[in-house]
Structure formats: structure tokens, C-alpha cells
T-cell receptor
């Protein structure tokens, strides 16, 4: 299995602004997943992008995947205070016994 | 409602007193896993199970046991808890490992004194 590395470690923006966080990984993947974690709670799956996809949308979320650079980005548009959370990427080889999570990006959205 | 449940949600105990954290899922998932989350270390896998009676070690299995006698349940057992097992624990399940999303429980915050 491999671990995604999220960047930046922390991000603070105002409500209404867009938030972009990045993920880098090291080996070939079958798909890459993004999760959100509100403070002290379980992770919630946000979106899955397959290795043959370059971009995917879900509501205010936009995920891109560049397999040549082994990187992905998550864009949250028109952010809200409720988006305040930690965000994790999980590169999935499709054969490993687990998903491996990094330390995440902590997003703070202020009013 | 499709969900993963954990009990207890909070537990304070003392060194050496055996405890069990239960995990149950109602989605008929084959794959289940336990993680612990510590500040600065992210989530680390403790044990996982591919199906009934099939379990294997994750990255940090020392001091823990698991069992998978039924598909829906995957309890985490601490035979002799120690303070370094103070952590936030998550159970997760997935239809099968390899391709899809994981569904996480709400977490169990354990303090070992």
C-alpha cells in the first residue's frame, strides 16, 4: 500500500473563497479517494476518481488527477464554515489490503 | 440506515484491565478494518479482515487482538491495555478491499491511565 501526502498541512480561508488542497503519491494506482474528517469523528468518503479519469465533480467539489505527475487536487468552491475539517487523500493500488492515509490538510473556514 | 457502529464511544480505563471495543456494520461488507489515530501520526491500521475467519495484521498490531466470527462484527480486544494505547480508534468496512470506498464508524476515544 502507499500513503498519500497532503499539502498544505493547514489552510485558512474566508467563507465564500475557494480552497485547494493537493495530494502526491509514489506508485501506480487504480483509483484515488478523498475523505473528510470533522474534529474527532469518523472519516467520510467524498469522492473517488479512477486512474483513467482526469477530472470529476460532485456538488461543490472538483477533483483532478494527473497520473503522470502522481498527484491529485481537491477544490472546494464557495466554501462554507461547515467545510471546516481535515481532508485526506488515499491512493489505492487496487490490490493492497488497506487504504493508507496521511496526516491530512486541516481546513479552517472563517465567517 | 447503512452504518458502522462502535461501542463504547468513550472509555477511560486503567492499565491491565482487559477491554473490548465492538464494531458492527449492517451493509454485508466483506472487508473490515481497525485504525488508530494519533496527533501527528495520521491513521494507522491495526488489523483487518477480508472475510469471516480471515484476519491479518496491519501496521501496528502489537497489544491488540481481533476476531471475525460473523460477517457483521469485528471486535477489537485489548488484553492488557497500556497508556501508549490511549488513542482514537476507528472501525471501517468496505464491500471488498481493493477498489471502493471505506465506511467509517464514529470513533472510540480510549484513555488508559
Amino acid at each position: 500500500s502507499q500513503q498519500g501526502e497532503e499539502d498544505p498541512q493547514a489552510l485558512s480561508i474566508q467563507e465564500g473563497e475557494n480552497a485547494t488542497m493537493n495530494c502526491s503519491y509514489k506508485t501506480s494506482i487504480n483509483n484515488l479517494q478523498w475523505y473528510r474528517q470533522n474534529s474527532g469523528r469518523g472519516l467520510v468518503h467524498l469522492i473517488l476518481i479512477r486512474s483513467n479519469e482526469r477530472e470529476k465533480h460532485s456538488g461543490r467539489l472538483r477533483v483532478t488527477l494527473d497520473t503522470s505527475k502522481k498527484s491529485s487536487s481537491l477544490l472546494i468552491t464557495a466554501s462554507r464554515a461547515a467545510d471546516t475539517a481535515s481532508y485526506f487523500c488515499a491512493p489505492n493500488t487496487g490490490t493492497a489490503s488497506k487504504l493508507t492515509f496521511g496526516t491530512g490538510t486541516r481546513l479552517q473556514v472563517t465567517l | 440506515e447503512a452504518q458502522v457502529t462502535q461501542n463504547p464511544r468513550y472509555l477511560i480505563t486503567v492499565t491491565g484491565k482487559k477491554l473490548t471495543v465492538t464494531c458492527s456494520q449492517n451493509m454485508n461488507h466483506e472487508y473490515m478494518s481497525w485504525y488508530r489515530q494519533d496527533p501527528g501520526l495520521g491513521l494507522r491500521q491495526i488489523y483487518y479482515s477480508m472475510n469471516v475467519e480471515v484476519t491479518d495484521k496491519g501496521d501496528v498490531p502489537e497489544g491488540y487482538k481481533v476476531s471475525r466470527k460473523e460477517k457483521r462484527n469485528f471486535p477489537l480486544i485489548l488484553e492488557s491495555p497500556s497508556p501508549n494505547q490511549t488513542s482514537l480508534y476507528f472501525c471501517a468496512s468496505s464491500p471488498r478491499q481493493g477498489f471502493g470506498e471505506q465506511f467509517f464508524g464514529p470513533g472510540t476515544r480510549l484513555t488508559v491511565l
